[in-house]
């Protein structure tokens, strides 16, 4: 068990919907990491938050988007879905901001019908 | 086209045998990271890299650095069961943008009782 906590674990919905992902980092980290795993694409970093502020963008997509809260729980938001953006969505954190050793929570399986 | 390239993609074999699996790319990386990933779960850190030429010993699994930093491999001694999973490299690089971890495709290992 990582201490990195996300829920929903499963999530079904239909195109065209919004969904949002939740996820609390480790006790004591400070940044939090989106990453979406899909078959054909890998591990791609999607953006990553720091004690509440964005501080790097990956390959997100504009109907995307996240926030981190004061309590640094982080939310992302997936809006407009398509059948692509069928895929395992993870959280990640760390304890400094863009640090190297980061820590995934279990992931949240989404799929679009 | 994956910025960090690792094969085998698939790999399956008996207990017992040894097998390398290899990450490469052709940019610098300030640091590599090797996670593992199980079925359901999210990947698990295994291993930080830092140094070029860098070897380090983790049980029956050995990591090497590439002196040029451009390159990594994963070594296993008398695999097990119990090491059946999809290993993971990822290279950590610090850009203005903001530092982040790019993953390789990874290694999908099966080992048979």
């Known amino acids: 068990d990582s201490g990195v906590t996300q829920t929903p674990k499963h999530l079904i919905t239909a195109t065209g919907q919004r969904v949002t992902l939740r996820c609390s980092p480790r006790?004591?980290?400070?940044?939090v990491y989106w990453y979406q795993q899909s078959l054909d694409q890998g591990l791609q970093f999607l953006i990553q938050y720091y004690n509440g502020e964005e501080r790097a963008k990956g390959n997100i997509l504009e109907r995307f988007s996240a926030q981190q809260f004061p309590d640094l729980h982080s939310e992302l938001n997936l809006s407009s879905l398509e059948l692509g953006d069928s895929a395992l969505y993870f959280c990640a954190s760390s304890t400094q901001d863009g640090s190297y050793e980061q820590y995934f929570g279990p992931g949240t399986r989404l799929t679009v019908t | 086209t994956q910025l960090l390239e690792q094969s085998p993609q698939f790999l399956s074999i008996q207990e017992g045998e040894n097998l390398t699996v290899y990450c490469n790319s052709s940019?610098?990386?300030?640091?590599l990271q090797w996670y593992r990933q199980e079925p359901g779960e999210g990947p698990v850190l295994l291993v930080t890299v830092v140094t070029g030429g860098e070897v380090k010993k983790l049980k029956r699994l050995t990591f090497q650095f590439g002196d040029a930093r451009k390159d990594s491999s994963l070594h296993i001694t008398a695999a097990q069961p119990g090491d059946t999973g999809l290993y993971l490299c990822?290279?950590?690089?610090?850009?203005?943008?903001?530092?982040?971890?790019?993953f390789g495709g990874g290694t999908r290992l099966m080992v048979k009782p």
């Open positions: 940019s610098v990386f300030s640091s």
């Open positions: 990822a290279g950590y690089r610090r850009a203005r943008a903001g530092n982040m971890l790019t």
């Open positions: 006790s004591g980290d400070l940044s």
